[in-house]
């Protein structure tokens, strides 16, 4: 048993506190740095539940005037990122603290980008260089993750969409780094069953696909392979029988995965986003249903990176088909569908998915090419 009662600090790739109740580190790390009047960022939901206002009483008693933006979508949106941008400047912010959800956490970064930054948010869109107008700093960024999902506390990258046609745009820099993570396992005690399972299995896709991508990039992989170990272990007992050791696993399996995937994604990551955009599909559900189906395609030629999948799953039989069984029975056994037809898809909706999945920036990185007739295969087989 590892004791996770004990706060544990690990500098890479930024300062992390990880362990059950780092989060009341968070006044003195304020006071210490001088920030008195930080803006917190969450969503309509975490600003309700408990450990929320157990958070910002905590500041609060230490005389740190917080305010805090919680008006965002599931799916962010822009106007959302432009509002919080307005309320932190005429509520004169020093610093910003995203805590929920990668949704959340996203939103925290874009807002923290848009302070210095007065261009059109998506002229900094990473995927038309705009990373090269990030030239000021940003104000002091802090996250606080209550979901074990995403992995975006660690990331550098706020995924925002247009307002109108929901278009996902990726917003990056090295600037956007949180400067602290506070990762505490018992903010996620209560997370409901369905979105453990959901983000749990986002977490396991980023690992997975990360491992297999294409590159040399052993340092990546050993913490992919780490991470596929971890969730496997715990991600049952965290959505069944939550307790300490299952969602303090997860949650830094779910760091990890973030880290690993540095190295890129893949055919999975690709075929989840059109669902989100079109369906609205929560990120984590769309990648679960997906995950079998986007690593049978993988196996053949890659055997070697599935054999040793199957051994960090601790599976008996050490292959790729092996792999593939058991990443079906492991949705059943946390109550998430293995057919797109459950979460409402229908056969007039592939040829659109199709198109948006060849178009989207994940699958370039898959161990091997995908045409826009093997998405249309893969959402066939999936439905
Ligand atoms: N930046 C990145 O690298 C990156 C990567 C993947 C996905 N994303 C983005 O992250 C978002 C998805 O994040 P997510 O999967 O964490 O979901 P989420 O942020 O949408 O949260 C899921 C739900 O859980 C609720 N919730 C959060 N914490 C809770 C808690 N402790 N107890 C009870 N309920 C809680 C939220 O209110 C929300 O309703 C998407 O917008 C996606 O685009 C970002
Ligand atoms: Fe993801």
Redesign the pocket.
């Known amino acids: 048993m590892i004791d996770f009662e004990v706060i544990r600090q690990y500098n890479f790739p930024t300062t992390i506190r990880f362990g059950a109740g780092a989060v009341k580190e968070l006044p003195a790390y304020l006071i210490s740095n001088g920030l008195r009047h930080p803006l917190i960022v969450t969503?309509p939901?975490?600003v309700n539940?408990d450990f929320f206002k157990t958070i910002k009483n905590s500041l609060n008693s230490k005389s740190i005037s917080v305010e805090v933006f919680h008006d965002i979508h599931?799916?962010?949106v822009k106007s959302d990122v432009l509002k919080g941008g307005d309320f932190y400047s005429k509520t004169k912010r020093d610093s910003i603290i995203g805590v929920?959800?990668?949704?959340?956490m996203?939103v925290a970064r874009a807002i923290a980008l848009r302070i210095n930054h007065p261009r059109d948010l998506f002229d900094y869109d990473d995927l038309i260089g705009g990373d090269k107008y990030v030239t000021e700093e940003v104000p002091h960024f802090i996250t606080i993750p209550?979901?074990s999902?995403?992995?975006?506390e660690v990331?550098r990258?706020?995924?925002i969409a247009e307002d109108e046609s929901h278009k996902?745009r990726i917003l990056f820099s090295p600037k956007l780094l949180a400067k602290i993570v506070f990762a505490d396992p018992l903010?996620?005690m209560?997370?409901?069953a369905f979105?453990t399972a959901a983000?749990g299995m986002?977490a396991l896709t980023h690992n997975m696909e990360a491992y297999i991508a294409k590159g040399f990039h052993p340092l990546c992989e050993g913490i992919a392979l780490q991470g596929i170990s971890l969730i496997n272990e715990s991600i049952a007992d965290a959505v069944n029988t939550p307790d300490l050791q299952s969602r303090s696993k997860m949650m830094i399996a779910s760091l990890m995965g973030?880290v690993a995937f540095q190295k890129g994604l893949g055919v999975v990551h690709s075929l989840a986003h059109p669902l989100s955009s079109m369906l609205d599909t929560?990120?984590?559900l769309a990648n679960a249903i997906n995950l079998p189906y986007g690593m049978r395609f993988n196996v053949d030629g890659f055997e070697d990176r599935f054999r040793n999948i199957a051994r960090a799953m601790e599976l008996k039989e050490e292959s790729g088909e092996a792999v593939v069984d058991h990443l079906f029975e492991l949705n059943k056994k946390i109550g998430l569908p293995i057919r797109l037809r459950d979460i409402k898809v229908k056969e007039e909706h592939i040829e659109t998915l199709s198109d948006l999945a060849i178009n989207d920036f994940c699958h370039p990185n898959n161990p091997k090419p995908v045409t826009r007739e093997n998405f249309r295969q893969l959402y066939l087989e999936a439905l």
């Open positions: 969503d939901t975490v539940l599931k799916n962010p929920g959800g990668g949704a959340a996203d209550t979901t999902g995403t992995g975006s990331g990258s706020a995924i996902k903010l996620t209560d997370l409901p979105i983000t986002d973030a929560h990120h984590g």
